[in-house]
């Protein structure tokens, strides 16, 4: 297992701000990343895979890019229904999840 | 469409077993790599066991020894069992399906089933 490390925790913003979240594993692996969003009481959701590619229905506000040991997942303004904890994932380790708060 | 339903989740006294089963329709269980991730009250996803199309099967280190997971194809439903059931492993199941290949993302979800671990 290749350890994740997400930052930050959590963070709060303005409706309209640009916010980005970052994952570093702890060893490269290429672009084998993905990412996904989770609401309250909710299942997580697919927003991108592998680093770069937005899984359909996302809004092309999100966006992703890495690979190695970097990667960012980045909302270019930020609306009230992404509120919500967003999880990295490579193979079957997760990050420890990123809390997006609306300031 | 692709649904996912899980069941069977239930309060069960530490030491004790428990079988969930996700239902599965829009996709053929026996054809995916078919995934249960967890989730403990407050805490993050945490990866349990994966079944691939050609059988294979891999487990988490805290799940290894105690877990089973399996499917039924003329039901086309996949199944995990857990035996020597603990505290920490009160959580939320979900199972997903993932893709079969690099980057191994998991893209339809099931809504989860609870289990609780508790005297």
């Known amino acids: 297992d290749i350890p994740m490390t997400q930052s930050p925790t959590s963070l709060s913003a303005s409706v309209g701000d640009r916010v980005t979240i970052t994952c570093r594993p702890s060893?490269?692996?290429?672009?084998?990343l993905n990412w996904y969003q989770q609401k309250p009481g909710k299942a997580p959701k697919l927003l991108i895979y592998?680093?770069?590619t937005l899984q359909s229905g996302v809004p092309p506000r999100f966006s992703g890019t890495g690979s190695g040991t970097d990667f960012t997942i980045t909302i270019s303004s930020l609306q009230p229904e992404d509120v919500g904890i967003y999880y990295c994932?490579?193979?079957?380790?997760f990050g420890q999840g990123t809390k997006v708060e609306i300031k | 469409e692709v649904q996912l339903v899980e069941s069977g989740g239930a309060l069960i006294q530490p030491g004790g077993s428990l079988r969930l089963s996700c239902a599965a329709s829009?996709?053929?269980?026996?054809?995916?790599?078919m995934t249960w991730v967890r989730q403990a009250p407050g805490k993050g996803l945490e990866w349990v066991s994966t079944?691939?199309?050609?059988?294979?099967?891999y487990y988490a280190d805290s799940v290894k020894g105690r877990c089973i997971i399996s499917r039924e194809n003329s039901k086309n439903t996949l199944y995990v069992q857990i035996n020597s059931l603990r505290a920490d492993d009160t959580a939320v199941y979900y199972c997903?399906?993932?893709?079969?290949?690099?980057?191994?993302?998991?893209?339809?979800w099931g809504q989860g089933t609870l289990v609780a671990v508790s005297s």
């Open positions: 997903a399906r993932a893709s079969s290949g690099w980057p191994y993302y998991l893209d339809y």
């Open positions: 829009g996709v053929t269980v026996s054809l995916s790599y």
């Open positions: 079944i691939y199309s050609d059988g294979r099967a």
């Open positions: 060893q490269s692996i290429s672009n084998h």
């Open positions: 592998g680093a770069s």
């Open positions: 994932q490579q193979l079957w380790t």
